[in-house]
């Protein structure tokens, strides 16, 4: 019992675990009393490394019992060449239908001891040769059908060996996936000649000139299993009856020796005709075929049969399917299929279908030929029947990034391999990964496709974690591209106007609305000269663009923006990557493009924002809070003066240029806008206020004052637009032992500091730090101590002074100093006993004086948003003057916001609600059309365009439809501010 035991223990260490293996061992003479034989350790050991060394030794021992003769070649040859033993064992260990082959057709193993077929002749040859007769006539009947079946079982054998002996012997050479799939259709295609070989036999007539077979799907594709039904269509000429029998006789004779041979995709499917002209078949597609015949199609090829009729059916369908995309709804109708397909996928094996589920291998073939048939009508590259050759093109094109490419096509064939082996276990048809219960099943499978046992894993846990990578990578990239929605876009131009140098090109461009087509032209050569990947990504994205900027108001601006900005960002990588990826950002992108001139010449200097334009929730932002925090502490790190200034200019634009996208595509309203554009300009200050202090502090080796900058007009308002200048005041408080003198000129030269650092020249919206407002104004000294402001405000004040100080805030330097300035103005703006009537009558006029001093010559008077009826300053005025005169009464007043104030007048009994509603609404309309005319024109300006593009612009930012007329949107601002004019005539004037 002792020896027994350590034998079976011996066997096992051989991964034998069937008690059945000693005597087969035995039996074969590779086991003795004391062991295994010295001479057949090689053939143990690579016995020991198949996927299931049972599986193998029990094939073994069936070919040895069927033919003792045969058994002594074999074993002989097992033990002496390593190559036939890697390939034969890996065979027998891998499929028991193919080891069931060899046990009743004992001499096939002779086949794998020479060269193996590997091209279509040597298929074709050897079917052809197995269907002789002695007499050199062709079998039929029931014989033909079982001497193709042993031929064809015979090839499949050694496409078999070749494809798994480098499991069990390392170092063989390996064929890959793609040479695998390319053998296996290859002996597929010879199987359909041989069948028709018997076929003619048995009609007594040849095929020439009446039938051509027309492989489909993945025989179409060369990309074949080993266990597939082979789709097909038959194409017939002349004597209709006997292409039909001839066709009927081929699907029954291979149908039965090899593969079924389906013949569903023919047009009008089972109910169809199985054999159809040419003709009848261009009729019935120009007619009748739904999308999914023509996705099929796109695999057709003639593998059999008379070949001028196979061509002449491949170039009537050729056109056909690369114009499909041109069909009302393809794409949706593509993507509508892939989900009907998906659902039928029973939810028990969702997570384990190869072929069918997500992350599968049709969500690969789905993308890849949806974007064939988009795409591949203009471009010949990407007209391959492979799915790899395809994804390939598509890669090197640019229609798909190269890692996407890359990642995509490694997980297609991990599971093209997986599938190979599941089916070829038994060669049956199937798809269905084993459950991750099934721990046997796993570990075989695991073996025959060569993983390892890794990181803690068993082969069968490592496999189950690959095949989850990898089905999550082929679903994100599915989703990711499948789905993309620049897809729609491109099957939404027509196929002629894909082709963009044409003649016919510029008559659409005119058509379209460019005003000058030949320069449209120009830019798009520019754009897509070359052959490198570069140009075949813009070649495919300037169809769409061009549809999308003719909805903008500038088409022709928005071209030569979108020339500037790619040559500018040519050698950014992910630029083109993300407009490709990111239809949502391609959209936006146009838009912005042509509308606004603001925007591409801040999109140069600040690429990033153009990521954020496909996700709203990133293009909002952080709050304005968060934002300045940020800024503020980058600044602050910076190592000097100029450095900290750089990255200041650097955030603001990156924040100016996110703001103006946000409000152009209608994601932010007028007070949020304000706030942010407030913010952003006081973290500016902030951040270079700091920085100049720092550096004057340092180089003096002493801190001779403190400074405050007090935010003044739509700064201290937080009512800031685009192009607005930084209205500001500058205090100062003296160090202890230090004179007034020498403060205010430590703080004028840091407050002058910051001003010529930020109001350097920029290529940016400027930066303008504007003191102007400052006691004896530019006459007077840029900074005075807290003191000297209170003295003069004592003595000199004036009451528009007063009106001034409505909106100052406290921004930026010392808390303290700024705390304290507030409360010493407080009392002046919100004077205890209101306003008399001498100094309201004195506001009046300063104001009469203003509009007819300041208004431009020409100027129309119900179109200025600044100075206009009903405009901006109508209102603010209106609210200053009501604040000076009840501030002291009504604490809701006190506040530095005009919209803020606004709120409080109906509730104090100043203003009605619909009165305060009206001025409210117009002061948001008046705030947003001189941002719209910044954005648009690139430049601020307070004037509404009368007419032209500007004005089309203009009237879109602000919510108009593309073709209305914008003359509507100037009626709709003259009856809002005309409404709030009157409003102001009775508060201003007359209350």
């Given at each position: 019992m002792a020896d027994r035991a350590r034998t079976t223990a011996s066997a096992a260490r051989y991964g034998f675990t069937d008690a059945r293996a000693e005597g087969q061992l035995r039996a074969a003479g590779w086991w003795a009393d004391d062991g295994p034989v010295d001479t057949a350790a090689d053939v143990l050991v690579a016995l020991s490394?198949?996927?299931?060394?049972?599986?193998?030794?029990?094939?073994?021992?069936?070919?040895?019992?069927?033919?003792?003769?045969?058994?002594?070649?074999?074993?002989?040859?097992?033990?002496?060449?390593?190559?036939?033993?890697?390939?034969?064992?890996?065979?027998?260990?891998?499929?028991?239908?193919?080891?069931?082959?060899?046990?009743?057709?004992?001499?096939?193993?002779?086949?794998?001891?020479?060269?193996?077929?590997?091209d279509s002749a040597c298929y074709r040859e050897a079917l052809r040769t197995a269907l002789l007769a002695d007499d050199g006539s062709v079998l039929t009947g029931l014989k033909a059908e079982q001497a193709l079946k042993v031929a064809y079982r015979g090839q499949l054998l050694g496409i078999a060996a070749a494809d798994l002996g480098h499991v069990v012997e390392a170092g063989l050479e390996h064929p890959g996936y793609a040479e695998v799939a390319a053998q296996l259709t290859e002996l597929a295609e010879a199987a359909l000649a041989a069948g028709l070989v018997v076929a003619e036999a048995e009609a007594g007539a040849s095929a020439e000139g009446t039938l051509a077979i027309i492989a489909m799907g993945k025989c179409g594709g060369r990309e074949l299993n080993y266990v597939s039904?082979?789709?097909?269509?038959?194409?017939?000429?002349?004597?209709?009856?006997?292409?039909?029998?001839?066709?009927?006789?081929?699907?029954?004779?291979?149908?039965?020796?090899?593969?079924e041979v389906d013949a569903a995709l023919r047009p009008e499917g089972k109910a169809g005709a199985l054999v159809r002209t040419v003709d009848s078949h261009r009729g019935y597609y120009q007619k009748w075929a739904k999308t999914w015949e023509f996705q099929a199609l796109l695999k057709a090829r003639p593998v059999a049969g008379d070949a001028e009729l196979g061509r002449?059916?491949?170039?009537?369908?050729?056109?056909?399917?690369?114009?499909?995309?041109?069909?009302?709804?393809?794409?949706?109708?593509?993507?509508?299929?892939?989900?009907?397909?998906?659902?039928?996928?029973?939810?028990?094996?969702?997570?384990?279908?190869?072929?069918?589920?997500?992350?599968?291998?049709?969500?690969?073939?789905?993308?890849?030929?949806?974007?064939?048939?988009?795409?591949?009508?203009?471009?010949?590259?990407?007209?391959?029947?492979?799915?790899?050759?395809?994804?390939?093109?598509?890669?090197?094109?640019?229609?798909?990034?190269?890692?996407?490419?890359?990642?995509?096509?490694?997980?297609?064939?991990?599971?093209?391999?997986?599938e190979h082996r599941l089916q070829l276990r038994r060669l049956r048809r199937t798809h269905l990964f084993p459950a991750a219960a099934d721990t046997d099943e796993l570990r075989i499978l695991a073996r025959a496709s060569g993983i390892k046992a890794s990181g803690g894993k068993s082969q069968g846990e490592a496999l189950l974690a690959e095949f989850r990578r990898h089905g999550k990578g082929?679903?994100?990239?599915?989703?990711?591209?499948?789905?993309?929605?620049?897809?729609?876009?491109?099957?939404?131009?027509?196929?002629?106007?894909?082709?963009?140098?044409?003649?016919?090109?510029?008559?659409?461009?005119?058509?379209?609305?460019?005003?000058?087509?030949d320069g449209a032209l120009q830019h798009i050569k520019a754009l897509t000269a070359g052959v490198s990947r570069r140009a075949?990504?813009?070649?495919?994205?300037?169809?769409?663009l061009l549809d999308l900027f003719a909805d903008t108001p500038d088409p022709d601006g928005g071209l030569l923006s979108y020339r500037k900005v790619s040559e500018a960002l040519e050698e950014t990588p992910w630029y083109l990557r993300v407009l490709r990826d990111e239809g949502t950002v391609v959209e936006n992108l146009a838009f912005l493009l042509g509308t606004s001139r603001l925007v591409p010449d801040l999109l140069v200097r600040a690429p990033e924002v153009l990521q954020l334009l496909g996700d709203p929730a990133r293009l909002l932002g952080r709050t304005p809070a968060e934002v300045a925090t940020s800024l503020r502490a980058a600044v602050r790190r910076q190592p000097g003066l100029n450095a900290a200034v750089a990255a200041a200019r650097s955030l603001r634009r990156h924040e100016l240029l996110r703001v103006a996208c946000a409000d152009l595509l209608g994601l932010l309203d007028v007070p949020a806008i304000c706030e942010a554009l407030s913010s952003v300009w006081v973290a500016v200050l902030q951040g270079a206020l700091a920085a100049a202090f720092r550096q004057r502090q340092a180089e003096l080796g002493r801190t001779p004052a403190r400074i405050a900058v007090i935010g003044m007009g739509r700064l201290g308002g937080a009512e800031l637009g685009y192009g607005s200048d930084a209205d500001v005041l500058f205090v100062c408080e003296p160090s202890k032992g230090v004179s007034d003198a020498d403060a205010a000129k430590f703080a004028s030269s840091v407050a002058e500091t910051v001003r010529k650092m930020l109001g350097a020249p920029s290529s940016d919206p400027a930066l303008e730090v504007d003191a102007d407002l400052r006691p004896e104004g530019r006459s007077g000294p840029l900074v005075r101590t807290l003191e000297s402001y209170r003295a003069y405000y004592a003595r000199?004040?004036?009451?528009?002074?007063?009106?001034?100080?409505?909106?100052?805030?406290?921004?930026?330097?010392?808390?303290?100093?700024?705390?304290?300035?507030?409360?010493?103005?407080?009392?002046?703006?919100?004077?205890?006993?209101?306003?008399d009537g001498t100094k309201a009558r004195e506001i009046r006029r300063i104001k009469a004086r203003v509009e007819t001093e300041r208004m431009p010559r020409g100027a129309d008077a119900t179109l200025h948003t600044k100075l206009g009826r009903g405009g901006l300053a109508d209102v603010e005025w209106t609210v200053q003057l009501l604040q000076l005169q009840h501030a002291c009464s009504v604490p809701g007043l006190r506040t530095t916001s005009t919209l803020d104030a606004l709120a409080v007048l109906p509730e104090a009994g100043l203003a009605s609600q619909s009165e305060a509603d009206s001025l409210r609404e117009a002061w948001l309309l008046a705030t947003r059309v001189r941002n719209a005319g910044m954005l648009v024109r690139g430049k601020a300006v307070d004037q509404v365009p009368g007419s032209g593009r500007d004005l089309a612009a203009v009237a879109r930012v602000l919510g108009q439809s593309a073709g209305d007329d914008p003359g509507e949107f100037l009626d709709s601002y003259r009856r809002t501010t005309r409404r709030a004019h009157a409003v102001v005539e009775h508060l201003f004037y007359e209350a």
């Open positions: 490394r198949t996927a299931d060394p049972d599986l193998a030794l029990r094939g073994l021992d069936r070919i040895r019992e069927a033919d003792a003769a045969e058994w002594a070649d074999l074993e002989a040859r097992l033990r002496t060449h390593r190559t036939f033993r890697g390939r034969f064992l890996s065979v027998l260990g891998t499929s028991s239908a193919l080891a069931d082959f060899l046990a009743a057709n004992p001499d096939q193993w002779r086949s794998l001891t020479g060269d193996k077929c590997t039904d082979v789709d097909v269509i038959f194409a017939g000429e002349g004597d209709l009856g006997l292409a039909t029998r001839l066709a009927s006789t081929v699907m029954r004779v291979v149908g039965k020796a090899c593969f002449q059916y491949a170039e009537m369908v050729a056109p056909l399917v690369w114009s499909a995309a041109d069909r009302e709804n393809f794409v949706a109708e593509v993507q509508q299929m892939r989900r009907r397909v998906e659902g039928h996928v029973p939810s028990e094996h969702a997570e384990r279908e190869l072929k069918l589920g997500r992350g599968g291998l049709r969500d690969v073939e789905f993308a890849v030929q949806l974007l064939q048939l988009v795409h591949g009508r203009v471009d010949a590259d990407l007209r391959s029947p492979s799915t790899m050759d395809a994804l390939e093109a598509l890669g090197e094109g640019g229609y798909v990034g190269r890692q996407d490419a890359a990642e995509l096509g490694a997980s297609y064939e991990f599971l093209r391999m997986i082929i679903r994100r990239l599915h989703e990711k591209i499948f789905y993309r929605p620049l897809l729609q876009s491109v099957a939404n131009v027509p196929t002629e106007a894909l082709r963009l140098t044409t003649k016919q090109a510029s008559s659409r461009l005119a058509a379209l609305g460019y005003t000058a087509p075949a990504i813009q070649q495919a994205l300037l169809p769409v000199w004040g004036e009451v528009w002074e007063a009106q001034a100080l409505l909106r100052a805030r406290f921004i930026a330097g010392d808390d303290d100093l700024g705390e304290r300035f507030i409360a010493m103005i407080d009392p002046i703006r919100y004077p205890e006993s209101g306003l």
